[in-house]
């Protein structure tokens, strides 16, 4: 399939006008004023002027659902394909959360890969919060070598629902993890919740001074609640994320304001998208749930831009910045060669979505659908 966008206003994420945009399979080909093509089968949409975003990249999705932590009643339902198309979201990784006892790693790579058939790059993380990590082989670097979606480990610190991982355990995983990327071909990140208890990345802070270890290959989640250390472990060259929410544009607006915008690009934007967000009382007993939301990376941004935040910063923190950070080099940009990943805007909601060159929603409806029709 082939197809000439025209007069779309491109955010690439770089604002580069008004442009068309030739799709040809799975690729963007050329882009350009009024471009003049002869194919086969090729078909033309006048976009006119419409916004276009690169197609936002999740990377971290508890996309066959979280929670647990109130009884099996409590867990949160899987990701829905649909889901991803009202998100304006392309790309994205999937983790297990605080239960990895009634749902695996396994259960986590046959939904992954059930995504990547219905239309969305797909890839996803093996481990859970506890240590040692569950795994599908038994093994951490034989997961993101001989599994072709895993791309790194996940596990949890600073919060009363994880293991409590000695820096020791850590760095014996973070080691497996590293070398299993290097051997796979993959970004090989320990992406690592971080929970609300004040010590928040001491243990990463220490494992920098201890080790050789580079900071790039901890990757520290739910940040917005330790903008301090994020601000001081994206000095250092590592990668923050912070989890969109309601208070989320705060958060990642103060941050920004700390760093030198030579840093912004470490600077990282995930939902938790259906995730639980329990919320405790001082004896750590669970009063209250509610979870997490892919369309809250949109209405994340558009809180930061009327916080003052440029659009194109805003954008940046769940596209081309994600992209730079799991070694994505085709997704996370609107240019020739990359992926015809696009997200067309309307009052800072999906309009219309592209994923590698076929609509998954035009003009606020559904075009493509999971296999049993969601």
């Known amino acids: ?34 471009l003049e093509v002869v194919l086969p089968g090729l078909e033309t949409i006048d976009m006119q002027g419409a916004a276009a975003i690169p197609g936002l990249i999740d990377q971290h999705v508890h996309i066959i659902g979280g929670g647990g932590e109130d009884g099996c009643a409590s867990r949160v339902p899987p990701l829905e394909f649909s889901d991803c198309a009202r998100a304006g979201v392309t790309n994205l990784v999937g983790t297990l959360g605080t239960d990895s006892h009634t749902r695996t790693v396994r259960d986590l790579l046959a939904k992954t890969m059930s995504l990547a058939h219905d239309g969305v790059t797909a890839h996803c993380l093996t481990g859970a919060y506890e240590f040692p990590s569950p795994t599908l082989t038994g093994n951490v670097a034989d997961d993101l070598v001989f599994c072709g979606p895993i791309i790194g ?59 050789i270890l580079p900071v790039t290959q901890f990757r520290p989640t739910h940040m917005g609640r330790h903008l301090e250390q994020g601000r001081k472990w994206c000095e250092m060259g590592g990668y923050t994320d912070i989890t969109s929410g309601e208070k989320s544009a705060d958060a990642i607006v103060t941050l920004l304001s700390r760093l030198d915008p030579s840093r912004w690009g470490l600077v990282t934007m995930s939902s938790d998208s259906n995730g639980s967000f329990p919320k405790w009382n001082d ?49 996370g940009r609107i240019q020739p060669g990359c992926m015809a990943d696009l997200t067309f805007l309307k009052d800072w909601k999906a309009y219309s979505v592209m994923a590698k060159g076929r609509w998954l929603m035009q003009k606020g409806n559904l075009v493509k659908k999971g296999m049993f029709g969601d």
């Open 1 to 34: 399939m082939a197809w000439v966008l025209r007069s779309v206003h491109v955010y690439a994420p770089e604002d580069k006008g008004i442009q068309d945009i030739l799709v040809v399979g799975e690729r963007i080909v050329a882009m350009g004023k009024k």
């Open 153 to 211: 480990c996940k596990l949890a610190i600073s919060d009363h629902r994880c293991s409590c991982p000695t820096t020791e355990e850590i760095i014996r995983l973070a080691s497996q993890v590293r070398l299993g990327g290097l051997i796979g071909g993959k970004v090989g990140e320990l992406h690592i919740h971080v929970g609300a208890d004040e010590r928040g990345i001491e243990q990463l802070f220490e494992i920098q001074q201890r080790t």
């Open 283 to 331: 004896r750590r007993e669970i009063i209250g749930m509610d979870r997490g939301r892919m369309t809250s990376l949109l209405e994340t941004m558009r809180g930061a831009v009327e916080k003052g935040l440029s659009f194109e910063t805003a954008i940046s923190l769940s596209t081309s910045h994600v992209a730079d950070a799991l070694k994505f080099k085709d997704y």
